[in-house]
């Protein structure tokens, strides 16, 4: 799959192109975007088959009829079984990893990759006009073009192409999300715009109103694109393979700054367990590939060589093993496609037996002879064992032709069951069954360790049979985490018309742009100016004709005439107010508000022209007697000086049944609080 350079979309910086760079076709008809297509209409399966389940549930508790309760449990019994053979059906998608592989490939073995999430269309356009026009006082028409623009790249990031160009597109997005969240998302509302993920294991969708889900929801999408690289790689050249480590290192990077970064993704595919699990099978999948690097030159038929390789073989087997026992644990388990946690233990068997097959290689093949450096073989001997047989050491082994041959004959031994272990295992997975790639290296593995062991087999000799002992797993070259630089990328904000998001961000509350009236005296305006961008107007002269218009100290100044200059410095700014002649010249200025709301933020309803919170007001009402109680709060400081002859003013008594006859009318102010003829000054605060 392949980008597609079409007429609109997301601008790319090229001299004067007018070309936009886009996802990959989804109508492509790709291996990938088959399986793609299938995950999003699975997902659709999944959420009908919930809510019909949530609906039976639901209905089973509102009843009281039996045989209506009967009708829900078998329309339960159904739904539950479909929304099984859907997660069946999922699981098998994650499990189709041929499409992910190389095409050319035909002596590897095969390698998972994780699926992109799947998420919802969003239509920014509504919302984001709104806000723009509540918020920031612009005409929301204006910026359709930029609306749009990020809406396709939204889009395009839900088909990204299977190389860097890719990653590039999901990271730019990546970039633009934190400029977003601080231009639209404000701390204190709530935008109603609802954002959907899919998640990749069971098909279960979550929404959040915040941009967390959707960070964090990319960035797994980043690391599972590059471990699609990884598996497309070419192994059977060193390029291929590097490529391969590299792209897995960064899978497992980006995967574990998911980690530590969104803690409490509420989608169970992006939970600590699980995220650490898939760190491992990453990590291990690049140390495969580090094994292969060593391997693919050659091995040499030497005694050191072939220690060497054993020690790499028992390190990769040794990390499947840990991948397949974090897979097994609860609930992880009940989640991870079983061909993954197979696969897994195939591997294990498969590079252990490896590593017995080239100790045994080394001892069988390569006798100690005149030549051949004694202390420097004895040292290698030493390293691989952690424990010898009893009463054996490295040197009796080396010198000794029998013992050598029989801790050989122990290992080629313990190949051949290891083989046949990892044959068992691959027999029990269907989805296994159809890597015959797979299923032929195990079986070429298997009769090598077996021609191995006849080779040296003497009908004649008749030996009591020992244990091998087991192999201390060693690498040179470690497998490690690696966060790539492409994960942020420099971004032009798509609304930075609106201004400097220092001031114009959707925390601040600023006033509606003012005209204020600049007639120079004697060429002074009255005030100096000051800041990046905006300026800010400060030494104000509080008797200048502009403080009279209505100019205070620190506005922020955001047109001269006709000019914007919400980006402009001081030294611009004052470019354009130079030339001012005795006409004078109109400014717009702006003056920031105290961006903590005067009433409590989680007032759910309005009564007596006060929000009811449940901090403030608590009532219950007694169908008895109609009484009302009510938990009162502590005064606030305001009313210190009124203690004693008011009520406090955090506290309000609602009108019951009976009060409607009485002096109290509902829409009148009650007398607990201070009236506004009294306390002018302080009339804004209620």
Known sequence: MTDTLLPNGI?????NSSCFRK???????????????QRATLNQQIIKQMRMRAGAENLLKATSNNKVKEMVLLELSYVNSNLQLLMGQLEGLNSSVEVYQDTQETANIPLIALGLKETKDIDFSTIFKDIILEHYSEDGNSFEDEIADLMDLRQACRTPSRDEAGVELLAKYSSHLPLMESRFFSPTRQTGMFFTWYDSFTGVPVCQQNMSLEKASILFNMAALYSQIGTR????????????ISSFQKSAGILNHLKETFTHTPSY?????????????????AQECLFEKTALPGIRNQ???????????AKVSEIYDQVHQSMIQTPIKDNVPF???????????????????????????????LSDDEDQQEKTLSQVYDRLPEGRSPL???????????????????AILGHEEALRIYSLCHHLNKLEVLQDILRASHQRSLNKCSENEDEEEFTDYIEAPDIISKTEHKAEMEVPATTKVKVTDFFQRLGPL??????????APRTIKLLPEDKDLGFTLKGESPVQVVSLDPLCPAAADGLKEGDYIVAVGDTDCKWMSVSDVMRLLKDVNEEGIDIQVVSIMDSNPQMPTKSATFCGNLPKTYSMICLAYDDDDKKSRKVTKKSSFLNFGLKNRLKSASTLSLPTSADHSGALPWNKPCPSFPSSSSYNHDSALY
């Not at 008809?29 to 297509?37: D, E, H, M, P, Y």
């Not at 595919?269 to 999948?285: E, K, T, V, Y």
């Not at 082994?397 to 050989?408: N, S």
């Open 11 to 15: 601008k790319e910086g090229r001299g």
């Open 23 to 37: 996802g990959c076709n989804p109508f492509a008809q790709t291996g990938r975007s088959k399986l793609q297509n």
């Open 233 to 244: 790689s070419n192994r059977q050249t060193i390029a291929g393979l590097e490529e391969a």
């Open 269 to 285: 595919d992006m939970s600590p367990a699980m995220l650490s699990m898939l760190i491992r099978m990453i990590l291990a999948q």
């Open 303 to 313: 005694f050191h060589s072939l220690m060497k390789m054993a020690q790499e073989a």
């Open 339 to 369: 061909f993954w946690s197979t696969m897994s233990q195939v591997k294990t068997n498969h590079y252990r037996s490896m590593a017995h097959y080239f100790v045994a290689s080394a001892l069988l093949d390569h006798q100690l002879g």
């Open 396 to 414: 009796d082994i080396l010198k000794k032709k029998d013992e050598r041959e029989r801790i050989g004959k122990a290992h080629i031994r313990r």
């Open 502 to 511: 220092s001031v114009f961000s959707a925390k601040q509350r600023w006033t």
